[in-house]
């Protein structure tokens, strides 16, 4: 009596995937400001009243 081993192959393969996501995200940040302005004149209209020198009659 003769025992053979006869050995049988079966070959195998394992493929892991490693998925990789990325992720956009925009942001749009907006401030707002304000201005206030203000501005003058000045009118002169006719002389100026002097108070140390009241108009004299007959204007002189």
């Not at 081993?5 to 998925?19: E, G, I, L």
């Not at 302005?37 to 009118?43: I, L, P, V, Y």
Request: glycine content about 4%.
């Amino acid at each position: 009596m003769y025992n053979n081993v006869v050995t049988h192959v079966h070959p195998s393969h394992t493929t892991t995937f490693n998925k990789h996501m990325i992720h956009h995200q925009y942001y749009f940040p907006h401030t707002e400001s304000y201005v206030n302005k203000c501005c003058e004149t000045h009118t002169m209209c006719g002389f100026p009243f002097n108070p140390c020198c009241p108009p004299r009659p007959f204007g002189y």
